[in-house]
């Protein structure tokens, strides 16, 4: 089993950036594909980025896409994610989730095939 800690949110300019932590204990993080998620109030989660176990294959919304950027410290046991360019419509709370399986192609985006999940870090954007 593996515990999830999301840290680095908070209150940020239009324009500014954030890295997001994704924190792990109890087991390797290589060995889970891990992925980042987000959800504002009324809306439903939506997938955000993930990075694959093993190979690190990455993935990104076309939301923000060449804004964002997920990568892995396997050294650290912790996921980040880079947020440059950040606007009002990416506030949210941003959620990390760990899933016992390679994820490729679409299956990334879906919440459900995901095993553990962090408890989330807001991320407000605005002036």
């Known amino acids: 089993q593996v515990q999830l800690v999301e840290s680095g949110g908070g209150l940020v300019q239009p324009g500014g950036s954030l890295r997001l932590s994704c924190a792990a204990s109890?087991?390797?993080?290589?060995?889970?594909?891990i992925g980042w998620f987000r959800q504002a109030p009324g809306k439903e989660r939506e997938g955000v980025s993930c990075?694959?176990?093993?190979?690190?294959?990455?993935y990104v919304a076309d939301s923000v896409k060449g804004r964002f950027t997920i990568s892995r410290d396997n050294a650290r046991n912790t996921v980040y994610l880079q947020m440059n360019s950040l606007s009002p419509e990416d506030t949210a709370v941003y959620y990390c989730?760990?899933?016992?399986?390679?994820?490729?192609?679409?299956?990334?985006?879906?919440?459900?095939?995901?095993?553990?999940w962090g408890q989330g870090t807001q991320v407000t954007v605005s002036s």
């Open positions: 990075i694959s176990s093993g190979d690190g294959m990455t």
């Open positions: 109890g087991s390797t993080l290589d060995y889970y594909s």
């Open positions: 989730a760990a899933a016992r399986l390679y994820v490729h192609g679409s299956m990334w985006t879906l919440p459900g095939i995901y095993d553990y």
